[in-house]
């Protein structure tokens, strides 16, 4: 029997990360709206977004590249299709180059909710080539989202509320 609070299972050729803030959606949101916020969390650990180039609107354009010295750089781009302002984020990317589908376009929802001046985000990515492929991706984005929550909680912590 479903009792509609199970989550359901993402196809193979998606991926799904929940994660929980301790900051208000409004700042969850902005710190992916505003790049002076953005470019301090975007990659997984040891790694540095050198180049942050975003117009924030629907049908708007954004670039990034992240570098390591392990891994060198990585470039990847897309376009804001859907944003509705602390709520959801909707918009397309793809690698420029390497060996995680260069050229391949996903597509990207981010919803942020809020329950108890806390965030639920979660993130949606699809569709994959393979599940080998979408594997690849699940550290790097929990990396990712690992610093976001760090940059969230600290930010909060320093502002009013």
């Given at each position: ?18 994660r ?5 959606a ?8 505003q790049?002076e ?17 975003v117009d ?6 954004w670039r ?6 392990a ?14 302002r602390d ?14 589908q ?8 981010v ?6 001046g806390r965030?639920?985000?979660t993130?949606?990515?699809t569709?994959f ?12 984005w ?8 760090d940059?969230?909680?600290d930010?909060a ?5």
């Amino acid at each position: 029997m479903t009792t509609g609070t199970e989550a359901r299972r993402p196809a193979d050729d998606e991926l799904l990360i929940e994660r929980v803030f301790d900051a208000p959606a409004s700042l969850v949101f902005r710190i992916w709206e505003q790049r002076e916020h953005m470019i301090r969390w975007w990659g997984p650990k040891d790694f540095t977004c050198t180049s942050l180039d975003v117009d924030f609107r629907a049908g708007g354009a954004w670039r990034a590249c992240i570098a390591s010295d392990a891994h060198g750089e990585s470039w990847m781009s897309g376009r804001f299709r859907e944003i509705e302002r602390d709520r959801r984020i909707v918009f397309t990317f793809a690698w420029e180059d390497g060996d995680e589908q260069p050229g391949v376009e996903t597509l990207v929802t981010v919803t942020f909710a809020e329950r108890d001046g806390r965030t639920v985000q979660t993130f949606h990515q699809t569709p994959f080539l393979s599940v080998a492929s979408r594997d690849s991706h699940v550290d790097g984005w929990n990396e990712c989202f690992d610093r976001e929550r760090d940059y969230a909680g600290d930010l909060a912590r320093r502002e009013p509320a």
